[in-house]
């Protein structure tokens, strides 16, 4: 991966017989995308050296040069794209298809390049999905999953926890504005009992209390120094089966996680959310099994563990 990102004026250019993926973004310099793609080819090459010729990179793109972004990339050679803040709604306009789970979630972060057009996929839910499997063993299935914040991580979770059949998915809010936006949505798009939503103004304690729940923190509260927890009880007061997963992990560990660690709850960072969406993203583009081992080697040897 070049240290700096490249820009649109300066992309790397590909020509047969290799093949390009990237990321865009703005910003995109934190992103460890291209570690986590290039560390998992770097395993498929041996064994298919065709793979070798692969090469995934950082792009900076802003909001209004999106379009082009996605017209010269597609000339240029690249197959694979993925998408950050700020694209993930805004390129639902500028697709030739669009796979099910990603238009029940409202966003793309994933892109394919299919003869003529891109297809945007989203792989955000999936990720999240794999990562409550395998990191704390639990399952979205009967489950009641409490999901803090309500912008375009929440709704994939949501999303994700109601196709997995979540026995209720319940949404904490700051502002009741966003919260009644998503509300509304899922309300559409799925069965209204299994979904509801509340505020700190408007929640009731005894929904809680005592009660096994997968909470999840998708608000950016915890990635700046200094942010308390977005939890509005205190952890303990949750029932003794109750897991933790806070999608933020870098830092690696925040209030929220500090919070679920001392009272002796299981918990997570984001990490694994993040190898698993990448993994599918590059099954999807590569047509092969990818193994996350390569990609969690990568990111915490990054991450200096
Ligand atoms: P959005 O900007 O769409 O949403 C942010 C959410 O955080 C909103 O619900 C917002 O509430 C809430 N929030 C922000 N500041 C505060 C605050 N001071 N107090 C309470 N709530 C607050 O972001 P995304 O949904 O895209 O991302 C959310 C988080 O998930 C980020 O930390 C991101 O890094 C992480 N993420 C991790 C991924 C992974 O692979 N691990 C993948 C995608 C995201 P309000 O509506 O009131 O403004």
New binding site residues.
């Given amino acids: 991966m070049r240290e700096i990102p490249f820009t649109l004026d300066e992309h790397p250019s590909f020509s047969l017989p290799e093949v390009g993926l990237a990321v865009l973004g703005h910003p995109i310099s934190h992103s460890i995308s291209p570690i986590l793609h290039n560390a998992a080819l770097g395993v498929l090459s041996q064994e298919e050296p065709t793979f070798s010729n692969w090469m995934y990179e950082r792009l900076d793109v802003q909001p209004k040069d999106l379009r082009k972004a996605l017209d010269q990339l597609a000339q240029a050679g690249f197959i694979g794209l993925n998408l950050t ?1 700020p694209h993930k709604v805004e390129v639902l306009d500028f697709l030739g298809e669009l796979d099910h789970e990603a238009s029940v979630m409202g966003a793309v972060n994933t892109l394919i390049w299919r003869e003529d057009h891109w297809v945007g996929y989203n792989t ?1 839910g999936y ?1 999240l999905e794999m990562a409550l499997k395998k990191v704390l063993k639990c399952n979205f299935q009967h489950a009641k999953v409490l999901i803090l ?6 709704r994939a979770a949501a999303a994700q926890a109601i196709l997995s059949n979540a026995l209720l998915v319940h949404i904490h ?3 009741s504005n ?2 009644n936006n998503l509300l509304n949505l899922l309300h559409r798009e799925f069965d209204s009992e299994r979904v509801e939503g509340s505020t700190s103004e408007s929640f009731r304690e005894d929904d809680f209390w005592g009660e096994d729940w997968i909470v999840i923190n ?6 700046k120094p200094g ?1 308390p927890s ?1 939890l509005f009880l205190p952890c303990a007061g949750f029932g003794r089966n109750s897991v933790f997963y806070d ?3 870098n830092p690696p560990q925040t209030p929220f996680l500090a919070e679920a660690d001392a009272d002796g709850f299981k918990n997570a960072n ?2 694994s ?2 190898v698993y ?1 990448a993994a599918k993203a590059l099954a999807i583009w590569t047509g092969r099994e990818i193994s996350a081992e390569a990609m969690f080697e990568a990111a915490n040897s990054h991450f200096g563990d």
Avoid: C, E, V
């Fill in positions: 803040i955000d990720g914040g309500a912008g375009g991580a929440a809010n700051r502002s966003n919260l998708a608000t950016s509260l915890g990635l942010d977005p999608m933020i992990y984001g990490l959310m993040l969406q």
